[in-house]
């Protein structure tokens, strides 16, 4: 990993190649945060292009799309752009275009019926990213398949502004960013978590990719200010509600002889899917439940982030109920 790989790839001859880039923020003080995703599919002819808003009444703020996108030049697409203006340190993305506003976000299991009930707004959205610790590193490939080989993530702090239809809101947070490139298949895992939080001092990111077989490759790191912790072990526990969708979480995180325990609460829940159909018409369903999160740790410092689950939906269920 070098600082030019904060820009894009040539492009890869994997039918699936992809790359983008994911940010997440959260303002305590303006109870606002999302996520932005913007990635390229140059060799599928097309991009995706997410926003997803938790606004501070408990509506969701959504938008995605599918735009044609032929080169991987830049991530710019759909309204939304990326500008590195420092490798490994600064960047600036924003979104100008429309958002759908959900009043219910857990309609979203029926995203048609949800976003045609739902009124649009216009949206506009710009925000200044900078680090705060070191980039880590992460492949949680296997030999059932790449999920995405080149992959990085960073805990960051975020200033800018949130303007939906006439009202702006100022916000200033913490958060973390993603970067991956190369083949990229939703499908590739049978299930993972993915759980990160950040605040003044303190940062994690955990993953969990678990296989057919009930192995799982697991990894993540800790910032404590200071140093960046690799992890060298990881446990799960989740509880759910009556939708298999994830409530409470504790996450226990070790690197070397040193051990945090973080405990999650859900606080606004966003269930997403995938369904792709093979060459046969036969098609599978991916869920992907996205929590925004409230942590704290055993001294009581809460920090916010995210919990993303991802299942393959088999006779109706989560394959992940176990983690």
């Known amino acids: 990993m070098r600082p030019e790989d904060d820009y894009t790839h040539p492009i890869g001859e994997d039918p699936t190649f992809s790359e983008s880039m994911y940010f997440h923020f959260y303002d305590p003080r303006a109870e606002l945060g999302g996520f932005l995703r913007v990635g390229n599919r140059p060799n599928e002819g097309s991009g995706e292009v997410t926003v997803c808003l938790y606004l501070p009444d408990g509506r969701l703020g959504f938008a995605y799309d599918r735009p044609r996108v032929t080169s991987n030049d830049r991530l710019d697409a759909a309204g939304m752009r990326v500008d590195v203006r420092e490798p490994m340190r600064h960047i600036d993305v924003s979104y100008d275009g429309r958002i759908f506003v959900v009043d219910d976000p857990a309609a979203m299991t029926d995203p048609s019926k949800a ?9 506009v959205i710009d925000l200044a990213v900078h680090a705060i610790a070191p980039a880590s590193e ?12 080149n992959h990085y993530e960073q805990s960051i702090v975020v200033e800018g502004s949130v ?17 991956t490139w190369g083949p990229r298949s939703w ?4 299930f993972y978590r993915w759980l990160h939080g950040c605040t003044d001092g303190f940062s994690f990111m955990g993953a969990w990719f678990g296989q057919r077989d009930g192995s799982a490759v697991r990894g993540g790191f800790v910032w404590d200010g200071r140093t960046l912790h690799q992890l060298d072990h990881l446990d799960i526990t989740t509880i759910r509600d009556d939708r298999d969708e994830q409530m409470e979480i504790t996450v226990g995180l070790r690197s070397g002889d040193q051990e945090w325990t973080l405990h999650g609460q859900a606080q606004a829940t966003v269930p997403l ?3 792709p159909a093979d060459d046969t018409g036969t098609v599978s369903m991916t869920r992907i439940v996205e929590s925004l999160m409230a942590w704290r740790l055993a001294d009581g410092t809460t920090l916010h982030g995210m919990s993303e689950y991802l299942d393959q939906i088999v006779a109706g269920r989560p394959v992940g109920l176990a983690v």
């Open 187 to 190: 499908q590739a895992p049978w």
């Open 115 to 123: 976003l045609g009930a739902s009124r649009k707004s216009d949206c």
């Open 163 to 179: 303007r939906i239809d006439d009202h702006t809101t100022t916000v200033s947070g913490h958060g973390l960013r993603d970067h």
């Open 138 to 149: 992460h492949s949680f490939d296997t030999d059932e398949g790449s999920f995405v080989p």
């Open 273 to 275: 899917r995938h369904r």
